[in-house]
């Protein structure tokens, strides 16, 4: 499958969960107002049992229907750019490499398949780390072996493809100087599609318990903090919840524009 036709499959997909999603998200805000409308008239009638059932069936509700709009969320950005790269990653023993897809999030068909890889999985670790040839990931304390044999450069806005390129490193020059010369604004969004080793190094870096991150005004120390939370979210996503994230900041416009960014970053 060529990247036309890989992209419009991918696309396709998309857009079917968008709607079955928004057709749950639909239902289930009909069933939470009619139960709501339905203790509120017979409210004399039910016992204090009655009401806890039903207060509790209205908080499930509710959860579900705002993890489904989270999702659907998601799914949306996808649909605009559904992932900046890919490449080929032959396991020692295989006969044929299989292509990994690496987006801002992960996206699997209702079948299982997997057509795109977020970004913080621990098998798109090679797609930063590993230039073509040897490569490895290691993933349920195992390590996987094996060849990249190509990677890919992809550029994809409003569900259409603009290039793919062949790179044999992280990021090709040309594809990375067109990331640097957008606004300041952009960086943030966009930073996931340019992350250099280093950088990725410092984001995935679990090790040590603090993290001192050096570097000259605008070299991206920001952005890189940000994604570094959203690997760990991501990692530690059974323990670690956004709530009990903080971050200090020397005063209130810096804070405001960290707030502004990390609602556009990935």
């Known amino acids: 499958m060529n990247e ?18 928004t057709a749950n998200i639909t239902e289930k805000d009909a069933n939470y107002k009619d139960l709501q409308e339905y203790m509120i008239d017979y409210k004399a009638e039910l016992d204090k049992f009655e009401v806890y059932d039903y207060q509790q069936t209205l908080s499930m509700i509710d959860k579900q229907g705002f993890r489904q709009v989270m999702e659907r969320e998601q799914v949306k950005k996808l649909i605009d750019s559904p992932y900046f790269g890919n490449f ?11 292509r990994f897809y690496v987006g801002r999030f992960g996206f699997r068909e209702p079948d299982g398949t997997t057509l795109i890889y977020d970004w913080r999985a621990p098998v798109c670790n090679m797609y930063y780390e590993f230039e073509l040839g040897e490569a490895y990931y290691e ?4 390590r996987f072996d094996g060849e990249i044999t190509g990677k890919r450069q992809i550029k994809i806005e409003s569900g259409q493809l603009q290039y793919a390129l062949e790179s044999s490193l992280t990021i090709q020059d040309e ?35 603090t993290l001192v991150i050096q570097g000259v005004a605008g070299s991206g120390k920001t952005a890189v903090a940000l994604h570094r939370i959203a690997y760990f979210l991501y990692k530690f996503r059974d323990t670690l919840r956004p709530e009990r994230i903080f971050i200090l900041s020397p005063n209130k416009v810096f804070g405001d524009y960290i707030s502004r960014q990390d609602k556009k970053s990935p």
Do not use: C, P, W
């Open 4 to 21: 036309q036709s890989y992209l419009t499959h991918t696309i396709t997909s998309l857009r079917a969960v968008y709607e079955r999603l």
């Open 88 to 98: 080929d990653f032959q396991y020692v023993g295989d006969g044929e490499a299989e």
């Open 139 to 142: 993933a349920m304390d195992k």
């Open 175 to 209: 594809v990375l100087q067109q990331t640097l010369n957008k606004q300041s604004t952009e960086k943030m969004k966009t930073i996931v599609t340019s992350i250099q080793r280093e950088q990725n190094q410092i984001v995935r870096h679990e090790a040590a318990h």
